[in-house]
Structure formats: C-alpha cells, structure tokens
C-alpha cells in the first residue's frame, strides 16, 4: 500500500513563508512524477505543481508561479514546495499526490495516490 504523509502546513500572515513535504516509499518516489494540489472550501481541487522524475521538469499553476516552488530529494522520497510571499486566497488544504509515471502533468486524474493533506491557512 503506498503512503503519502504531508507535513509543514500552519497558520501565517500574509507576505510570509512555509515549506511543506511529503515523503513516501523509495519505490513509489523512484518511478513517480509527484504533485501539489489544493482545496479551499467549498471549491474544486485544483492543481498547483508538479515536478517529474527525469531532468526534474517542474510544471506550476499561472496562480502560483514565481511565489511556489517544487523540488524533490530523491535521497529521502520526498518532495517539497516552498510557499513564498503568501496570500490570503492561498488558504486551502494542500495534497501531496503520486503518479505511476515519470512525467509531470497537471490533470487531477493522472495521479493515483493521495495524502490526507495539510491545512495552510494565510490571514491578511
């Protein structure tokens, strides 16, 4: 069975920072491109970044981009994103996702594991 665990989620104010991980098996990191989504209430899930497993090619939502960055230690099964400059529309609970694929994409159905997720909540 694979495990996702998130971690690093919190309460900041907004301009601030956070760093979240997921760490997983060696197995499911060594062949999966990994992703970030989030969900505010009341809305859809929605995509934030993905980083794939070859050349770390990184992909990121127009929302996101130049404020969040995707990385991944392949040495410790773990992928991060550094949330910089935060707003308080960041507000949502953060999923960590797997796909059994090497290549990064920003389509929901792609990714077949889940973590349970962190809340990050951003006050203005």
């Known amino acids: 069975q694979v495990h996702l665990v998130e971690s690093g989620g919190g309460l900041v104010q907004a301009g601030g920072s956070l760093r979240l991980s997921c760490a997983t098996s060696?197995?499911?990191?060594?062949?999966?491109?990994m992703a970030w989504f989030r969900q505010a209430p009341g809305r859809e899930r929605e995509f934030v970044a993905a980083?794939?497993?070859?050349?770390?090619?990184?992909l990121y939502a127009d929302s996101v981009k130049g404020r969040f960055t995707i990385s991944r230690d392949n040495a410790k099964n773990t992928v991060y994103l550094q949330l910089n400059v935060l707003k308080p529309e960041d507000t949502a609970v953060y999923y960590c996702?797997?796909?059994?694929?090497?290549?990064?994409?920003?389509?929901?159905?792609?990714?077949?594991?889940w973590g349970q997720g962190t809340q990050v909540t951003v006050s203005s």
């Open positions: 996702a797997a796909r059994t694929n090497i290549f990064a994409t920003a389509r929901r159905e792609e990714y077949r594991y």
């Open positions: 060696r197995f499911t990191f060594t062949y999966s491109a």
């Open positions: 980083v794939g497993r070859i050349g770390n090619t990184t």
